[in-house]
């Protein structure tokens, strides 16, 4: 219910911007792109919380192992950082620099 929302205002804004058709075919496909891999993030991210929860649970934790782990995880977030980046540079390359500056002004439907 929420994501249908989202998608209805994001294309009301589309629309606003007078976004071509090739544009919001592009902003969609980056958009589905995202979702794949952050979908696929999260289940690694769950992966690992849940491995360093069983550590802790242990007796005695290796703090070694929970270092580790938790070094995966914040590189998990880094590329995250790195993704929202380059997604950034990607929609200012399909929206042209005014409707991007337009976009950044908008509630955070598009960031």
């Known amino acids: 219910m929420d994501k249908m929302c989202n998608m209805e ?6 629309d606003e911007m ?6 919001k075919d592009q902003l969609k ?8 891999t952050h979908k696929a993030v999260k289940k690694k991210s769950e992966k690992l919380r849940n491995s360093m929860k ?3 649970l242990k ?5 070694a192992k929970l ?4 070094k995966k995880l914040a590189g998990i977030k880094e ?7 380059e997604t950034m540079l990607k929609k200012k390359e399909i929206l042209g620099k005014e409707n991007f500056a337009k976009m950044m002004k908008m ?3 598009f960031t």
């Open 107 to 109: 509630p955070s439907l």
């Open 54 to 56: 069983k550590e802790y």
């Open 67 to 70: 270092t580790e782990l938790n």
């Open 79 to 85: 590329q995250l950082g790195q993704d929202k980046i």
């Open 9 to 14: 205002q994001m294309e009301k804004m589309h």
């Open 18 to 23: 007078g976004l071509t058709s090739d544009q």
């Open 29 to 36: 496909k980056l958009r589905k792109g995202m979702e794949k």
């Open 59 to 63: 007796d005695t934790p290796d703090k």
